[in-house]
């Protein structure tokens, strides 16, 4: 079975600073997708990056990047230039490529944003 | 990326009775999933809703407590039946895209009394 795993609880960031929450995982399959969700107060769940296990590049979306390592199956999200509205849970979470795949979930990192 | 439309957002239920969470989707999509998230915890999937098939439920959860329909490809509910305090929580729907991310709705926040 798939695990995802992520070992901090709790992180707090300056704000205009960067911030790296980590992710590790565990899967037999070769294709999947690693995703980071972000979970504000209002417990809206909000994609915030996807990685395609094929690709070597590394995703970016703005000031979110990743670090995905196949091989040590790492999945870390940088935030860069943290602002106030970043402060939420982040959820990790694996998925393989099949059709009726579901989606797992690490148990999440509270990030907290320090004005 | 698809909208969801969850209802009701909130509600407080007596022990003993049953509820439906509606769950609607702006565009078809295949895969439906229920989960389960207690405040500040991770997301606990219930069951994936398939259209015209049963739905298949992960362990610890039965139709019998969590039936769901799913009567085509934009929509779908799940009913809490014969609640408990225990069964207090947030219950969200979400939708699978065919780029493979899940999109979801705003949670259903259901309190028993």
């Known amino acids: 079975a798939q695990t995802v795993t992520q070992s901090q609880p709790e992180m707090s960031v300056q704000e205009a600073e960067t911030v790296t929450l980590s992710c590790t995982y565990d899967t037999s399959e070769s294709d999947y997708y690693l995703f980071w969700y972000k979970q504000p107060p209002s417990r809206q769940m909000i994609l915030v990056i996807r990685?395609?296990?094929?690709?070597?590049q590394n995703a970016t979306e703005n000031r979110f990047s990743v670090n995905f390592q196949k091989a040590a199956k790492s999945f870390s999200l940088k935030i860069s230039d943290s602002q106030l509205g970043d402060a939420a849970m982040y959820f990790c979470?694996?998925?393989?490529?099949?059709?009726?795949?579901?989606?797992?979930f690490g148990k999440g990192i509270t990030l907290s944003v320090r004005p | 990326s698809a909208v969801i439309s969850q209802k009701p957002s909130r509600d407080i239920c007596q022990r003993g009775t049953s509820l439906t969470i509606q769950c609607q989707v702006d565009?078809?999509?295949?895969?439906m999933f229920w989960y389960r998230q207690q405040p500040g915890q991770s997301l606990t999937l219930i069951a994936t809703?398939?259209?015209?098939?049963?739905?298949?439920?992960e362990s610890g959860f039965v139709i019998d407590k969590f039936p769901i329909s799913r009567p085509n490809l934009t929509f779908s509910t799940l009913t809490v039946s014969n609640m408990s305090p225990e069964d207090s929580s947030i219950y969200l729907c979400?939708?699978?895209?065919?780029?493979?991310?899940?999109?979801f709705g705003e949670g259903s926040r259901l309190t028993v009394l």
């Open positions: 979470a694996y998925r393989h490529t099949g059709a009726n795949s579901k989606l797992t």
């Open positions: 809703a398939n259209q015209g098939s049963e739905a298949t439920y």
């Open positions: 565009s078809q999509v295949t895969m």
């Open positions: 990685q395609e296990a094929y690709k070597q």
């Open positions: 979400s939708a699978a895209q065919d780029t493979g991310e899940l999109f």
